[in-house]
């Protein structure tokens, strides 16, 4: 008997033997039971194959490695799938709620220049220069010819003016920070 002939009834024989437990062994790791029948007969072609090029000494063992191996790429496939579908739901959702948030910010920015600009002059330039220009209170007091003492006041104002039309108008309007903060490093948002 030539050899290919001999190694396919090995396997063949093998495969016959152990089917039932290939099933049971499936089963187990959760697959569904219209893949099982394409998980065997993939096992049964790669055995094949592998024995035609290198005899394998236990087929029968090794039915059941190429089948959990088969398994366990399904598996895989299916989870990366159901990852890739969460993602890109997730990612939908972020992309509404991000457009919600930047139509939200924008309102919100609209609203605060419009309140900026109804401020006492004093105010609403000594809150653009710290805010904007990110200058130091001295800074401001130099640029406007008035004390530091009157511009921390024109600031907290100016700012406390903001936030009360701001809130009267339906924002949220959070007590550490300006509503809109335009550049400002860590430490300043601290102060």
Do not use: W
Not at 91 to 107: A, I, R, S
């Amino acid at each position: 008997m030539p050899p290919i002939k001999q190694s396919n009834n090995r396997v063949l024989k093998a495969f016959q033997s152990c089917r039932d437990g290939l099933v049971r062994s499936i089963m187990k790791m959760s697959v569904e039971q219209q893949d099982v029948d394409d998980i065997l007969q993939e096992t049964f072609i790669r055995v094949l194959h592998s024995d035609a090029q290198q005899q394998i000494k236990s087929p029968k063992g090794y039915l059941f490695v190429v089948s959990r191996n088969l398994v366990l790429n399904k598996l895989l496939q299916k989870s990366k799938e159901i990852h890739t579908e969460l993602d890109e739901a997730l990612l939908e959702n972020d992309v509404d709620d991000t457009v919600e948030k930047n139509l939200y910010q924008k309102h919100k920015f609209e609203r605060f220049s419009k309140v900026l600009s109804a401020l006492p002059e004093k105010h609403r330039r000594a809150i653009l220069l710290r805010k904007l220009y990110c200058l130091s209170h001295k800074e401001i007091a130099k640029k406007m010819n008035v004390s530091v003492s009157s511009v921390e006041k024109y600031i907290a104002s100016g700012l406390k003016q903001c936030k009360q039309a701001l809130y009267a108008q339906g924002y949220e309007v959070n007590e550490l920070k300006l509503p809109v903060q335009l550049s400002q490093s860590n430490e300043e948002r601290k102060k």
